[in-house]
């Protein structure tokens, strides 16, 4: 009688173990996603094929199981790395006196980049907000292709070309400037800079702001670089520094001061970033110069929009296309480092902004990577409604930023 009870307790068991073999492989077919844990799972089942049924499929039970918590163990860990690396970046930032909405939305699209994003009001040169306040103060790096905005300005300014003249590039392929704008091409910029040469660049480049100190009295702000000396031939000459700003550094907010000057229309204005209410009580717009590139804006606005529709920047309209949005984007390395510029500008409904993103790092690191986040930081705001509010105090602190 008792072996007849163990032969019963072995069925039952046996039958048992099968429905559960018949309803795990169901769960795994009926999910329309294999993830990368499932493949592990297949893997290891096939290896274990000569084993008995039974054992494979308690095996695989098992294993199901630990892939799971491997899986929330995973996703936990990313979500506290990201959350950790966030805090990191904004360690030691000052912010009170930074728009609490600008910088909120700004960290937010950096995610996990390493990098730093400042907005700016372009119409008094008060910064919004300043996120990794230790990168964006830094003496910089290499513009890559945002330094042909410089470029631009120049050969417009010295009569050399228009937005519409073809350029030769050999051959039959010519290019006018707002296509070389929206696509970045080098050979373009290489063309006009050994047009212009070095003095006439330079002397430009300096004009716009690059080389000095873009900041009224900011602490920690270093100073970028613009050479007295022409890149050597054998490197590429005054034509590599006017494709990919080579032999120069710039500051992320050397860039801001000059598309904040794109978008007022001429005035460069000192960068201003103030630290508590009172300063934002106090605050008065300081005029570094008068640029005369006001009949040239028209020339570069297209290429700029281009940009964003059509050309390297157009991964921002992935995520946002609400209103227009011109910029420049800017990829290149450094020694192993890879560097992600995208300097812009939008005409919102409650005025323009200024948006600055510099991503340094590895293979993600690049310009249309920058221009993508760009467009998560305007959709943030944009979700939030702050682009509709009215100002609080449009004689004092612009239009944009009245959210304190």
Avoid at 262 to 273: D, K, R, V, W
Avoid at 320 to 344: A, D, I, Y
């Amino acid at each position: 009688m008792s072996n007849l009870l163990k032969m019963l307790g072995v069925l039952l068991l046996s039958v048992a173990v099968g429905a559960g073999a018949t309803t795990t492989t169901s769960k795994k077919h009926a999910s329309g996603t294999v993830h990368s844990t499932k493949t592990k799972e297949k893997t290891s089942t096939s290896r274990t094929h000569t084993a008995a049924t039974s054992k494979v499929v308690v095996h695989r039970r098992g294993h199901g199981a630990k892939a799971k918590l491997a899986v929330r163990r995973s996703r936990y860990q990313e979500h506290f790395s990201a959350s950790s690396f966030a805090d990191n970046l904004t360690l030691g930032d000052v912010t009170e006196g930074e728009d609490p909405v600008v910088r909120a939305a700004a960290i937010e699209a950096l995610g996990n980049m390493n990098g730093t994003a400042v907005a700016i009001n372009p119409d008094n040169g008060r910064i919004l907000a300043m996120v990794n306040q230790k990168l964006a103060l830094s003496r910089g790096a290499e513009p890559c292709s945002t330094i042909k905005l410089t470029v631009a300005l120049a050969a417009l300014e010295e009569g050399i070309v228009r937005r519409d003249t073809p350029v030769n590039l050999g051959g039959k392929y010519h290019l006018t400037m707002t296509e070389a704008l929206a696509h970045s091409n080098n050979a373009y910029f290489e063309t006009l800079g050994r047009s212009l040469g070095f003095e006439r660049v330079k002397h430009y480049a300096n004009q716009f702001g690059l080389g000095e100190l873009a900041g009224y009295h900011i602490q920690g702000e270093q100073l970028g670089i613009y050479p007295d000396e022409e890149l050597p031939a054998s490197l590429g000459g005054v034509g590599r520094m006017c494709s990919f700003g080579e032999s120069v550094s710039m500051t992320p907010l050397q860039l801001g001061a000059l598309v904040s000057a794109i978008a007022n229309g001429g005035t460069l204005y000192y960068l201003q970033h103030p630290e508590n209410a009172v300063d934002i009580a106090t605050f008065e717009p300081k005029i570094k110069r008068m640029l005369n590139i006001a009949p040239l804006i028209p020339e570069i606005q297209d290429g700029m929009q281009g940009a964003v529709l059509y050309g390297t920047a157009r991964s921002l309209r992935a995520t946002f296309n609400q209103f227009p949005v011109m910029g420049k984007t800017g990829t290149c390395s450094n020694n192993g480092t890879r560097f992600g510029w995208f300097g812009s500008y939008a005409d919102t409904p409650n005025g323009r902004i200024v948006t600055v993103f510099f991503l340094e790092g590895g293979r993600p690191t690049f310009g249309p990577k920058a221009a993508e986040l760009t467009g998560q930081f305007y959709r943030a705001l944009w979700d939030k409604s702050y682009f509709l509010q009215k100002p609080a105090v449009a004689n004092e602190v612009g239009t944009v930023g009245s959210s304190e």
